[in-house]
């Protein structure tokens, strides 16, 4: 099956700063989608990426599905961004998820 | 926006127990999931669920795990004869219209 890597495994910003998150995945996707875990456990879903680029607010997103990776932007961080970064692979359509271990995101104000 | 909502929230069990964790799915989707997730760990893929039958399972999902659709629309996972390792955050996940996987909130099963 899928092989799902996150990097860099630990975080830890400044309010204010930027960040990138990476996911490399070991195959071809048809579903790529990142998530925050809040700290009540919820997964928050951010972007459904298979490929190309989305913005949402301060965060942006782009999978380069040819070269099988994906990276999470989060410009001018928040103590609010402080959680988990899940990022999750689906090699068929509606297949199951395999995630990777997860970005753990520190944010000090 | 509608979410996927699980019930309980949290439960606490004794080993050896049977436990019963519910969904209720956002869509109509024929297409349905459950997960799970060690505290500190990563979410692991446990069953999908398609058309009422079971399409996928991973090797987690043995012979003490079920899922049913007791009554058209809401889900279950049961676990029969609940053991220590069983404890875990228990996810149930749908998607809406295209590919994209929603997750229910969560319940916390916690094995004494």
């Known amino acids: 099956g899928i092989q799902v890597e996150q990097s860099p495994p630990d975080l830890i910003l400044q309010e204010g700063a930027n960040s990138t998150l990476r996911c490399n995945f070991s195959?071809?996707?048809?579903?790529l989608q990142w998530f925050h875990q809040n700290p009540w456990g919820q997964l928050i879903n951010l972007f459904y990426i298979p490929s190309g680029t989305k913005q949402n607010g301060r965060l942006s997103a782009t999978t380069v599905a040819t070269e099988r990776y994906s990276l999470l932007y989060i410009s001018s961080s928040q103590t609010t961004d402080s959680g988990v970064y899940f990022c999750?692979?689906?090699?068929?359509?509606?297949?199951?998820?395999?995630f990777g271990q997860g970005t753990i995101l520190t944010v000090h104000p | 926006e509608p979410e996927v909502t699980q019930t309980p929230s949290h439960q606490v069990t004794q080993m050896g127990q049977e436990v019963i964790l519910r969904c209720v799915p956002i869509s109509n989707h024929l297409y349905f999931y459950w997960y799970r997730q060690i505290l500190g760990q990563k979410v692991e893929f446990l069953v999908s669920?398609?058309?009422?039958?079971?399409?996928?399972k991973s090797e987690i999902f043995d012979d003490q795990f079920s899922v049913e659709r007791p009554d058209g629309s809401n889900f279950t996972l049961k676990i029969r004869s609940t053991k220590l390792e069983d404890s875990a955050m228990y996810f149930c996940?749908?998607?809406?219209?295209?590919?994209?996987?929603?997750f229910g909130q969560g319940t916390r099963l916690t094995v004494v």
């Open positions: 195959d071809s996707v048809n579903n």
């Open positions: 669920f398609y058309n009422n039958e079971i399409s996928e």
């Open positions: 996940a749908n998607p809406r219209t295209d590919t994209e996987a929603f």
């Open positions: 999750a692979a689906g090699g068929t359509s509606y297949g199951k998820l395999t």
